[in-house]
């Protein structure tokens, strides 16, 4: 569809430049700390800059230890490995450390947030998403222990950078003697309660990818409030090497260090998180402003509990505002119908001027390699009812918002006139 010869989108002129979902943006601080490096010869995984993210990170979110690692995604697998290693004992070499046992995830995520359950030879059980601030639903975790009761850890993420409702899952956490994993890689900066996320699980994970709210074009945090915790992943990513004049391993390890010179990258944003906090806010509010008139709605969130870091503006286009769209696996068909629109046509529209948007990320107990895997919603076992699913029922909070919700251009580099341009596109699509 060219959307350059639809009578809808006359006079609209395509961006010169692409406008993307969520670029890096450096201040050349960055490039300071990294020559430091080169020149200094500290290239490896040991040096100034990694002691400085990983000190300044602990100031910004007052806790007590964070490791460096070379993504989140391995902050993630050793926060997981660790969980199941405190509550289930050492695994054998070739075992993971839940083997056999379940963990309830979060199901609307990047599944990054989740792989490691398998990594780690657990099973997977998928926690419907609330409808309040799209992250796991404390009333689904609850009927997930009535189901599993023997359950003993939760992974949790924060997604878009809009704090969930972690202080009841905490409640809910505590009352079964469960561990919680706090996936906080899309919402550094943002608080519950004024207190900053990363900091409510017993482990955390923060990420530094190259689309993240700062960067270091790669790197991760693991987070924790006991020395014994943070020794113990530091050792495992580096080898789990042993204190001995030869390469001495009782345990395996892994080469998850975090890199000096990416460290420079990250020591020089560190200083701009808010910065870049403020200028994802005012996105925001640009497009919660420019859209209002439209039956649509953002990515919500309650202010007097949270501050979200406004990472990715979305948007969710109300039921009956919805032309026809349907998906298959790995493809899609929308139509377009007076008053009404789609994700599938909104982020067809986006692109064909120039703008990056994306779809919501698709719930895990949708992905093909998570379809077996239990899946609980608030009325109970979601995957009996799946069948049974009417689309836009509220039955299946993940699937309602994936249906109908898409990731707007987020890039904190845009002005106020090409977003401007972005709003006036979503209006015409609704024509
Ligand atoms: C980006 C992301 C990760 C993974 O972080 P990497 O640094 O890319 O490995 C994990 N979970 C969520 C929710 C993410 O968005």
Known sequence: ?????DERFK???????KIWLSSPTMHGDEQRYVDEAIQTNWVSTVGANIDAVEKEMCEYLGCKY????????????????????????????NRGTLEGK??????????????????????????????????????ALEKAFEFYPDVKLIIVAHLYGTPGKIEEIRKIADAHGALIVEDAAESLGATYKGKET??????????????????????????????????KVRKWSTQSREDAPWYQHEE???????????????????????????????????????????????????????????????????EDAMAPFVRGENDQLWMSEKGKSSPGEILAALACFGAEGRPIWKPMHMQPIYRTNPFVTVEGNGRARSNAYIEGSGIDVGADIFRRGLCLPSDNKMTAGQQDRIIEIIHRCFL
Request: hydrophobic content about 35%.
């Open 198 to 231: 990363g900091t409510f699980g017993d482990y955390n994970a923060i990420s530094f990818n190259g689309n993240k709210i700062i960067t270091g074009s790669a790197g991760g945090l693991f987070i924790a409030n006991s020395k014994e915790d943070a020794d």
């Open 102 to 139: 379940k963990a309830f995830c979060s199901d609307m995520t990047f599944d990054a947030s989740i792989n490691p359950v398998a990594y780690e030879d657990g099973e997977a059980v998928f926690i419907d998403t609330e409808p309040d601030t799209w992250n796991m639903d404390p009333v």
């Open 252 to 318: 395996i390890g892994y080469n998850y260090r975090m890199s000096n010179i990416i460290a420079g990258v990250i020591r020089g944003q560190i200083p701009y998180l808010d910065e870049h906090i403020a200028q994802k806010k005012a996105i925001y509010e640009r497009y919660k402003e420019g859209l209002k008139d439209l039956p649509v709605s953002m990515n919500p969130f309650n202010p007097s509990l949270s501050q979200p870091n406004y990472w990715l503006s979305c948007l969710l286009i109300d």
């Open 1 to 5: 569809m060219n959307f350059e010869n």
């Open 11 to 17: 006079g609209i002129k395509p961006f010169d430049q």
């Open 66 to 93: 964070a490791v460096g690692l070379s993504c989140g995604t391995a902050a993630l697998h050793l926060a997981t490995k660790l969980a199941g290693e405190r509550l289930y004992g050492q695994a054998k070499p």
